[in-house]
């Protein structure tokens, strides 16, 4: 147990609607990550936050966006859903920026249909 | 980032070392080498890092050739429960943040 929660653990949801992914990071943890993987692009980073603050971007997409609250945890919102969007979505966390070691949540499995 | 090569996939026999390789033939100086696994659609979970030593932990060692264009993960005596897929990943501290993921090596310990 990496001490990351990730909820839901399975979303099955139709085409063009939006879901809310959420993610607490673990005690102490002020950077929060979101990776997507699919089988076709392997595990891809999408955003950053640090402490509130959104720090990096990857490959995320418009329709996707992220926030981190003064709590901590993290939303990822996915809108206007397409079949390509069915995938694993990871949280990870560090302590601070640039840490060799993020920790993993157990990811949400995104099925779009 | 410095890109990285691996094989996609190593067979090894329960007991014995695991030897994975990786070439980052474009390493700049201030790049680490981390290795990353990740056991069937679970979260990947961190193993170890260096940057020009080589290093050991409760997990494995990481060899780092003299040139640092290519390392070796050691799992010193596999066993059925480190089948996963290892991602060998370059990443200088100065621009912080995420990890770039490759398609790593895909382990498979054999009973």
């Known amino acids: 147990d990496s001490g990351v929660t990730q909820t839901p653990k399975h979303l099955i949801t139709a085409t063009g609607q939006r879901v809310t992914l959420r993610c607490s990071p673990r005690s102490g943890d002020l950077s929060v990550y979101w990776y997507q993987q699919s089988l076709d692009q392997g595990l891809q980073f999408l955003i950053q936050y640090y402490n509130g603050e959104e720090r990096a971007k990857g490959n995320i997409l418009e329709r996707f966006s992220a926030q981190q609250f003064p709590d901590l945890h993290s939303e990822l919102n996915l809108s206007s859903l397409e079949l390509g969007d069915s995938a694993l979505y990871f949280c990870a966390s560090s302590v601070v920026i640039s840490y060799y070691e993020q920790y993993f949540g157990p990811g949400t499995r995104l099925t779009v249909t | 980032d410095a890109k990285t090569t691996q094989p996609p996939s190593m067979d090894c026999a329960e007991g014995r070392a695991a030897n994975l390789p990786c070439n980052h033939s474009t390493i700049s100086g201030n790049e680490y080498v981390y290795w990353y696994r990740q056991i069937h659609s679970q979260g990947p979970q961190y193993i170890i890092h260096?940057?020009?030593n080589n290093e050991t932990n409760e997990m494995a060692s990481l060899i780092i050739t003299e040139d640092r264009k290519s390392s070796t993960l050691i799992l010193p005596h596999a066993t059925l429960r480190d089948t996963a897929v290892y991602y060998c990943?370059?990443?200088?501290?100065?621009?912080?943040?995420?990890?770039?993921f490759g398609t790593g090596t895909s382990l498979t310990v054999i009973p």
């Open positions: 260096g940057l020009k």
């Open positions: 990943i370059v990443r200088a501290t100065n621009t912080g943040n995420q990890f770039y």
